[in-house]
T-cell receptor, first 113, second 115 residues
Framework: DAKTTQPPSMDCAEGRAANLPCNHS???????VYWYRQIHSQGPQYIIH???NNETNEMASLIITEDRKSSTLILPHATLRDTAVYYC??????????????FGAGTRLAVHP | NAGVTQTPKFQVLKTGQSMTLQCAQD?????MYWYRQDPGMGLRLIYY???????DKGEVPNGYNVSRLNKREFSLRLESAAPSQTSVYFC??????????????FGNGTRLTVT
């Protein structure tokens, strides 16, 4: 599975967009990019995932570059409740067996008033 | 929907004691997982169950056993607790494993301290 690189920490003002980058330069053609977050003392929470195309849901948008070597998670209007550690993960579909989900160190996002 | 429910939330054990961590999901998911999270180590998979009736080892299975009691419930047992098993334990579930790429839904964890 491809490794990912994320900045250790970022700040964002409340109400502004938070753009969290992720580098996955060794990603393979069939590997998906997943984003999870973990708010203090809670379990990780799924946010969004994608393969090639940009994706949007009620929580966030995912922008994947054309060469798929990097992606950006966008929280369009960050709130204080978005303060969390954000994990970018790549995952390959596999028939049978376990699709290993490797959580790295993530990016600690602090949203301030 | 409660999602994934873990009990207990906190537990303190003495070395050598045994205990079972309980996990239940109400989303009709097929696959369930147990992870542990330690500072600086990220989440590591202990065991998983791709479907009812099957269980498989993950990255760090030593010292643990699991039981997939039915489709809803997946328990993790520590037969003889050791201080190295002090950790936060997360249970997760997904619609299916293997061919699918269903997102994982996590519980809020059990904080275990072994003295």
């Amino acid at each position: 599975d491809a490794k990912t690189t994320q900045p250790p920490s970022m700040d964002c003002a409340e109400g502004r967009a938070a753009n969290l980058p992720c580098n996955h330069s060794t990603i393979s053609g069939n590997e998906y990019v997943y984003w999870y977050r973990q708010i203090h003392s809670q379990g990780p929470q799924y946010i969004i995932h994608g393969l090639k195309n940009n994706e949007t849901n009620e929580m966030a948008s995912l922008i994947i570059t054309e060469d798929r070597k990097s992606s950006t998670l966008i929280l369009p209007h960050a709130t204080l409740r978005d303060t969390a550690v954000y994990y970018c993960i790549v995952r390959v579909p596999k028939s049978g067996g376990y699709n290993k989900l490797i959580f790295g160190a993530g990016t600690r996002l602090a949203v301030h008033p | 929907n409660a999602g994934v429910t873990q009990t207990p939330k906190f537990q303190v054990l003495k070395t050598g004691q045994s205990m079972t961590l309980q996990c239940a999901q109400d989303m009709n998911h097929n696959s369930m997982y147990w992870y542990r999270q330690d500072p600086g180590m990220g989440l590591r998979l202990i065991y998983y169950s791709a479907s009812e009736g099957t269980t498989d080892k993950g990255e760090v299975p030593n010292g643990y056993n699991v039981s997939r009691l039915n489709k809803r419930e997946f328990s993790l047992r520590l037969e003889s607790a050791a201080p190295s098993q002090t950790s936060v334990y997360f249970c997760a579930s997904s619609l299916r494993e293997g061919q699918g790429l269903s997102p994982l839904h996590f519980g809020n964890g059990t904080r275990l301290t072994v003295t």
